[in-house]
T-cell receptor
Framework: NAGVTQTPKFQVLKTGQSMTLQCAQDMNHEYMSWYRQDPGMGLRLIHYSVGAGITDQGEVPNGYNVSRSTTEDFPLRLLSAAPSQTSVYFC???????????FGPGTRLTVT | DAKTTQPPSMDCAEGRAANLPCNHSTISGNEYVYWYRQIHSQGPQYIIHGLKNNETNEMASLIITEDRKSSTLILPHATLRDTAVYYCIVALNYGNKLVFGAGTILRVKS
């Protein structure tokens, strides 16, 4: 298993640009989530999904969209990037019935 | 979800046990205690979780007080690779919505 993979590893955007951060897992996990981590702080939940076709908001959802058309993929879309969205983004997944999440390596996003 | 309080940092000698405390005095009856750690800039790593009984796995032990208002994560023989930020989190529903605080920076020294 490749585990949880995230692409790209690094990205620089200009204010107002849009982009999609990719997250995929090959472990057939039903639950997937997106977190952001600002410098020196803990992670904050953006959106999560408990299965294909089901998504819900986390603590900081504004400015982000998600969809879950397959079990494997959970892309995060930035609609109009702002400097406040400069952060490290982590995707995670969890198997049904388990309580520990597996986190990906992260995407470092800078918005200028 | 209930909040947790952890010391900002701790030091531990290599080979000794590292005991990381966490206070969660407002925890509700159906909330679990989770521990994750984050090494340097990597994604967090799940360590262990518990409800009210003490738990042990290949990575660590979790001791929860009888009133469930606090817990301690024990790394029995800390190594330099255990240097990381350790997060104590209380959460419902299999941890679908984890709330990470600032955590404890554990420095293991040789």
């Amino acid at each position: 298993n490749a585990g949880v993979t995230q692409t790209p590893k690094f990205q620089v955007l200009k204010t107002g640009q849009s982009m999609t951060l990719q997250c995929a897992q090959d472990m057939n996990h039903e639950y997937m989530s997106w977190y952001r981590q600002d410098p020196g702080m803990g992670l904050r939940l953006i959106h999560y999904s408990v299965g294909a076709g089901i998504t819900d908001q986390g603590e900081v959802p504004n400015g982000y969209n998600v969809s879950r058309s397959t079990t494997e993929d959970f892309p995060l879309r930035l609609l109009s990037a702002a400097p406040s969205q400069t952060s490290v983004y982590f995707c995670a997944s969890r198997p049904t019935g388990a309580r520990g999440q597996y986190f990906g390596p992260g995407t470092r996003l800078t918005v200028t | 979800d209930a909040k947790t309080t952890q010391p900002p940092s701790m030091d531990c000698a290599e080979g000794r046990a590292a005991n990381l405390p966490c206070n969660h005095s407002t925890i509700s009856g159906n909330e679990y205690v989770y521990w994750y750690r984050q090494i340097h800039s990597q994604g967090p790593q799940y360590i262990i979780h518990g409800l009210k009984n003490n738990e042990t796995n290949e990575m660590a032990s979790l001791i929860i007080t009888e009133d469930r208002k606090s817990s301690t994560l024990i790394l029995p023989h800390a190594t330099l690779r255990d240097t990381a930020v350790y997060y104590c989190i209380v959460a419902l529903n299999y941890g679908n919505k984890l709330v990470f605080g600032a955590g404890t920076i554990l420095r293991v020294k040789s």
